[in-house]
C-alpha cells in the first residue's frame, strides 16, 4: 500500500501539522507514505514532495493560469482555477499511489473540481474544517444556510474569504462534484462528524477518527524546572495562552481580554501571563498583567516546556475542529480553560481536564480560570488525567492503526 497525502499549503497550518503528523505515524507504523503540497513556507522538509515538481505548465499554460485565478476570483469562486490539479492524473506521484488521502484543498493551488477524475482511485478525504461542504466558508458560525444551498451569506470575510457572494454557486458545484466523485470522508472530532453527515457529504461514509500527537514529543515535565529554564517564579499562577490576531473573531480574542479584565486584582496580581506567538504584549498592556512572550515557537520541546510550566492553557475559540494546542496541552498534562464549541468538548472534560464554558460567555471564561487557579489539588488531578487521556486515545500509533484500517476496508 503506498498513500499518498494532498494538502495546498506546507510548513504553515494546522491541517499540515495535522497531515505530516499522519503521514509521520503511517512510516512509523511499516506503511509507505508520501506528502504532496501546494505551497511551501517556514523551510518545510525537503523530504516531502511538493505538488508543483509534478504539475509543470508551460509559459502559455502559466500565463492562462494567472488569468483564470483573477477571473474566477474577482467572481467569488477562489478554488477552481487550478490546471495544475487536473495534470496531477499524469504524474509519477498518482500513478504510484494505491490510495490518496486528500486533506485541505482550499485557499489556492488545488481545484476541486479534477475530485472526479482522480477519484478513480480510492480516496479519503480528512476534514479539517467544514469548507468541503459550504459555499466558501471553513466555520458557519451560527449560519445554518450550508444545509439548504448557501446565497446571502453573512460571513463573506471569514476565511477563505471571498469577494464577491457566489456562495449558492459554489454550493452548487460541489454538490455536482460529489455526485461525480468516490470518496470516504473522515472527521477529527464528533462534532465535524456530526455537520458533515447532515451536508453535502452525507452520501459517503463518515467516519470518526482523532488526529494524534507525538506522546514522546509533547509530554508533561517537571514543572518547576521548566519555570526555572523560562526565568518564572516557582509561586506565580501562569496562564498559557497562544497568542493570534485580537481581530481575528474565530480566536476569541476579545473574550480573552474580557475575562482576563474582570479576574480579581489580587488574583491578577499574582498571575503571569505565559504567551506564545504574536500580540502577547498587546493583551498584556490591556489588562494589566505581567507578561512573558516567547514569541513563535514551532519546536516541540521548548512548547512542551511552556506548556508544563503553566497552571492552565486558555483558548478562547468562537469554532474549531479538533485543535491541535488542545492535543498539545493534553499530552503535556495542562488542565484546559475553553468555551464548549465544535470539538473542544472531545478534549475540555469538565473536572477531569478542564473547565468548558458557555460560548461567548467571557464571564464564564473568567469564572472557569478563577476557579481552577484557586483550586490546586483538582488541577494535579486533571494534570494526571489530560495525560492519560493522551496516552490512551490521541498517539500517533492508534491513530496510524486506525486509517491503515479504514484504508484497507475500503481497497477490499
Not at 522538509?45 to 474577482?74: C, V
Request: net charge neutral; aromatic share 8%; charged share 20%.
Amino acid at each position: 500500500m503506498n498513500v499518498l497525502h494532498i494538502n495546498t499549503w506546507g510548513g504553515v497550518g494546522g491541517a499540515f501539522i495535522a497531515a505530516n503528523r499522519l503521514h509521520t505515524g503511517l512510516i512509523r507504523a511499516g506503511a509507505s507514505s508520501t506528502f504532496a503540497y501546494g505551497h511551501a513556507f517556514n523551510g518545510s522538509d525537503t523530504a516531502l514532495r511538493g505538488l508543483a515538481e509534478y504539475q509543470k505548465l508551460s509559459d502559455r499554460n502559466h500565463r492562462l493560469q494567472r488569468s483564470l485565478t483573477k477571473l474566477t476570483k474577482r467572481l467569488g469562486l477562489n478554488d477552481v482555477s487550478s490546471l495544475a490539479s487536473f495534470s496531477l492524473l499524469k504524474s509519477e506521484l498518482f500513478e504510484n499511489a494505491t490510495i490518496l488521502n486528500f486533506h485541505n484543498l482550499h485557499s489556492d493551488f488545488f481545484s476541486y473540481l479534477a475530485l472526479p477524475k482522480l477519484t478513480v482511485k480510492p480516496t479519503v478525504w480528512t476534514l479539517h474544517d467544514m469548507w468541503a461542504f459550504t459555499g466558501h466558508c471553513a466555520y458557519s458560525y451560527d449560519c445554518s444556510k450550508w444545509l439548504t444551498g448557501c446565497g446571502h451569506c453573512p460571513y463573506l470575510s471569514e476565511q477563505p474569504s471571498v469577494q464577491r457572494d457566489a456562495t449558492a454557486l459554489e454550493w452548487k458545484l460541489k454538490n455536482w462534484v460529489y455526485e461525480h466523485s468516490n470518496l470516504t470522508i473522515v472527521a477529527p472530532s464528533r462534532w465535524l462528524v456530526e455537520q458533515a453527515k447532515q451536508g453535502l457529504l452525507s452520501r459517503f461514509d463518515v467516519h470518526h477518527i482523532p488526529n494524534g500527537i507525538d506522546t514522546e514529543a509533547y509530554l508533561s515535565l517537571d514543572r518547576e524546572h521548566c519555570r526555572s529554564v523560562l526565568g518564572i517564579e516557582h509561586d506565580r499562577k501562569v496562564l498559557l495562552f497562544v497568542a493570534q490576531s485580537l481581530k481575528d473573531m474565530r480566536k476569541g480574542g476579545d473574550l480573552l481580554l474580557k475575562a482576563l479584565q474582570n479576574m480579581p486584582a489580587a488574583l491578577k496580581s499574582e498571575t503571569l501571563l505565559l504567551t506564545l506567538g504574536e500580540g502577547g504584549e498587546n493583551i498584556a498592556q490591556q489588562v494589566g498583567m505581567e507578561t512573558l512572550n516567547l514569541g513563535y515557537v514551532n519546536h516541540d520541546r521548548l512548547k512542551s516546556i511552556a506548556y508544563s510550566a503553566a497552571d492552565l492553557f486558555v483558548f478562547p475559540t468562537r469554532a474549531d475542529n479538533l485543535p491541535l494546542v488542545l492535543q498539545e496541552s493534553l499530552a503535556c498534562g495542562t488542565p484546559i480553560v475553553s468555551f464548549k464549541v465544535g470539538g473542544v468538548p472531545d478534549m475540555v472534560r469538565p473536572g477531569i481536564t478542564g473547565y468548558l464554558a458557555q460560548p461567548e460567555d467571557a464571564e464564564d471564561l473568567k469564572n472557569g480560570i478563577v476557579q481552577l487557579l484557586d483550586d490546586p489539588e483538582l488541577r494535579s488531578q486533571m494534570r494526571k488525567n489530560a495525560r492519560a487521556i493522551a496516552l490512551s486515545e490521541y498517539t500517533l500509533d492508534h491513530q496510524a492503526q486506525r486509517y491503515l484500517e479504514l484504508y484497507q476496508s475500503i481497497l477490499k
